[in-house]
């Protein structure tokens, strides 16, 4: 039963893939579609810098959704992505009143994400507890732990040049975040499509019992894409709080549905084994671009929530419904 459950949407993917040529093909229509759409819908949306402002609405989400993505291939998940965010901004504060500078914030904000995914690597892959339980857990704790150390207060004064990982812009238009944006998609691209590590990850995804006895260090290979989604929240946080100028224990809320959206969006099996880095990124880009589209139209958050959920439920329900109506066309 089990084994029909992760067969039934990669079959049925493979035939949204034969009508539209790739998910990927069809991303890009959409996105083109989105672009027009908005050009239409608002005379400011063309201009440069507001189009460099779009930038921010996905730059940041992205780069941990590029280790997401890895991690859902190889059939875990990490939903604690966002509360790792903001105990990295608060560690990232709390040193700033210690008198750290900028190089001490960036260690302090990579470390704390480096040491929260070592935290659910070793509950997940060495004691073999599940992903989904484990990391809803440490939503809890990681944003929990923030709240005890700020409460309602909110750490600032960052310096000036810690500013630039969020407000800087490298030339023209082009911000600092979105070069590092595509450095990092590339390097994911290459670390899933080209090298050895990535086939590990795959076949992790399809059988991981078949992969053990393959010589693939299973558990070495999870802990490993924990700490890679960890190190990659550990980014956003400094993006994030340099961009904003400030620590809050609610910063980041909410972000890891967008997260896993993004990445279901972009292709990936939900249920692991396939999926593609270029993929992620053109749903980054159509993310991007409906949340920049509803804030120029003045639409409110809530209903970029809604959104997003539906879109989430329609992305992962459509492959199975698409295969249900397969089935039923060939008994007929």
Not at 125 to 130: F, I, T, Y
Request: charged residues 10%; glycine residues 12%; proline residues 4%.
């Amino acid at each position: 039963m089990n084994t029909q459950a992760r067969v039934i949407p990669h079959r049925a993917n493979g035939r949204l893939r034969r009508i539209f040529g790739s998910w990927e093909a069809l991303l890009v229509v959409i996105a083109i579609a989105i672009f027009f759409i908005n050009t239409q819908a608002s005379p400011y949306f063309l201009d440069p810098w507001n189009l460099s402002d779009a930038t921010f609405n996905f730059t940041e989400k992205a780069m941990i959704a590029f280790a997401m993505a890895l991690l859902i291939v190889s059939g875990e998940i990490d939903l604690s992505v966002a509360s790792i965010i903001a105990l990295a901004s608060t560690a990232m504060g709390f040193a700033l009143q210690l008198g750290a500078g900028t190089p001490v914030l960036v260690l302090v904000g990579l470390g704390t994400g480096l040491l929260c995914g070592a935290f659910n690597g070793l509950l997940v892959a060495r004691l073999g507890l599940p992903s989904i339980v484990v990391t809803i857990g440490t939503l809890s704790l990681f944003r929990g732990i923030a709240y005890i150390v700020l409460g309602d207060q909110a750490y600032s004064g960052y310096p000036t040049s810690f500013a630039y990982f969020g407000q800087g812009y490298v030339w023209w238009v082009i911000t600092f975040e979105m070069v590092l944006f595509v450095a990092t998609a590339v390097v994911f691209y290459v670390l899933l499509h080209r090298t050895g590590f990535g086939r590990a990850v795959y076949g992790i995804g399809n059988n991981p019992t078949a992969a053990l006895f393959s010589g693939i260090r299973v558990p070495r290979v999870k802990f490993l894409l924990f700490l890679m989604t960890g190190v990659m929240s550990g980014v956003a946080a400094i993006c994030l709080t340099s961009r904003l100028g400030s620590t809050r224990p609610s910063i980041g809320f909410g972000w890891e549905l967008e997260i896993v959206t993004m990445v279901v969006l972009g292709g990936i099996n939900i249920l692991g084994g396939s999926g593609t880095i270029p993929g992620v990124v053109l749903a980054a880009i159509i993310m991007g671009l409906v949340t920049f589209g509803f804030g120029l139209l003045n639409v409110p958050g809530i209903v970029m929530s809604i959104f997003i959920g539906l879109l989430l439920i329609s992305v992962i329900a459509l492959p199975r419904v698409f295969g249900s109506f397969a089935g039923l066309h060939r008994k007929r």
